[in-house]
């Protein structure tokens, strides 16, 4: 079984560097476990092209987002340094990205479990608003539990905006989002769609991190789940997401090349 994890993940990063998704019926059955360590092969292959991890996305924590990809609990992928991007158009070839607005905290500590919401708070020494990029490199995104760990929890992009806010200056559970697509109202959302509050996105983080032998450090990047259901983002498209007391989170995909 560990040669075909090592050839899955020679295939999921050929597919995430060519931009080719896929077929989900040539993909072998996995649990959780094997697509946790498909997801660090890969993630060990693409770090040579996009640096280090610099912290972690938390999948899977609103009931929306598990009913649309039909999973039953939070999953986490690793963010790589070179895939977080300031506002602006997107000119990467993705597959098929959706958007996912969310707060992304910075931890100040480690934080290690059992560890409360109380103390993943006091952990936190940042607040960012973001728009998380997620992209299926399974066309389709026909998607299993195993399968989407195994892809990076479908991580892609991570857009930051520019205010970042001290956490005891935010209610994060009370931290509420519009999405508009090309100007049009499309989402809503609050902090406690993820959850109950993205503190305890963090504490649940920290103890599933520990069942694997690595923990939450000081410094990491945590975003802590969509709080609406995916937006589609097409060639052309700008999102924006304005956040409550955060502030606006913008960005675009480049339009298709009509020249093809």
Same mark, same amino acid.
């Given at each position: 079984?560990?040669?075909?994890?090592? %050839?899955?993940?020679?295939?999921?990063?050929?597919?995430?560097?060519?931009?080719?998704p896929?077929?989900?019926?040539?993909?072998?059955? $996995?649990?959780?476990?094997?697509?946790?360590?498909?997801?660090?092969a890969? @993630?060990?292959?693409?770090?040579?092209?996009?640096?280090?991890?610099?912290?972690?996305?938390v999948g899977?924590?609103? %009931?929306? =987002?598990?009913?649309?990809?039909?999973v039953?609990?939070?999953?986490?992928?690793? =963010?790589?340094?070179? @895939?977080?991007?300031g506002?602006?158009?997107l000119?990467?070839? $993705?597959?098929?990205?959706?958007?996912?607005?969310?707060?992304?905290?910075?931890?100040?500590?480690?934080?290690?479990p *059992?560890?409360?919401?109380?103390?993943?708070?006091?952990?936190?020494?940042?607040?960012v608003?973001?728009?998380?990029?997620?992209? +299926?490199?399974? %066309?389709?995104?026909?998607l299993?539990?195993?399968?989407?760990?195994?892809?990076?929890t479908?991580?892609?992009?991570?857009?930051?905006?520019?205010?970042?806010?001290? *956490?005891?200056?935010?209610?994060?559970?009370?931290?509420?989002?519009?999405?508009?697509?090309?100007?049009?109202?499309?989402a809503?959302?609050?902090? %406690?769609?993820?959850?109950?509050?993205?503190?305890r996105?963090?504490?649940?983080?920290? !103890?599933?991190?520990?069942?694997?032998?690595?923990?939450l450090?000081?410094?990491?990047?945590?975003?802590t789940?969509?709080?609406?259901? $995916?937006? *589609?983002?097409?060639?052309?498209?700008?999102?924006?997401?304005?956040?409550t007391?955060? !502030?606006?989170? @913008?960005? +675009?995909?480049?339009?298709?090349?009509?020249?093809?």
């Open positions: 079984m560990a040669d075909s994890l090592d %050839a899955l993940a020679d295939r999921l990063y050929d597919a995430y560097g060519r931009s080719d896929l077929d989900a019926a040539t993909l072998p059955d $996995l649990d959780l476990a094997d697509g946790y360590a498909v997801q660090r890969v @993630t060990d292959r693409r770090e040579a092209d996009e640096g280090p991890p610099v912290g972690y996305k899977f924590t609103s %009931a929306a =987002i598990r009913e649309e990809l039909g039953d609990d939070p999953a986490y992928g690793r =963010i790589l340094a070179d @895939t977080v991007r506002e602006g158009r000119d990467d070839d $993705l597959i098929d990205p959706k958007v996912e607005p969310e707060l992304a905290v910075r931890l100040s500590e480690p934080l290690d *059992p560890a409360t919401p109380v103390d993943a708070l006091a952990a936190i020494g940042a607040v608003p973001v728009i998380e990029v997620v992209d +299926s490199r399974v %066309a389709g995104w026909e299993t539990a195993g399968s989407a760990v195994a892809d990076d479908l991580a892609a992009r991570v857009v930051h905006g520019d205010r970042i806010a001290d *956490p005891t200056a935010v209610d994060l559970p009370l931290e509420g989002v519009v999405v508009r697509r090309n100007g049009e109202r499309v809503t959302g609050v902090g %406690a769609d993820v959850l109950g509050s993205p503190a996105v963090v504490a649940w983080l920290a !103890g599933a991190l520990a069942e694997r032998g690595e923990r450090a000081a410094g990491d990047l945590v975003s789940g969509s709080l609406t259901e $995916l937006v *589609p983002l097409e060639p052309g498209d700008t999102v924006e997401a304005r956040f007391s955060l !502030g606006s989170v @913008t960005v +675009s995909r480049k339009p298709r090349d009509s020249s093809r």
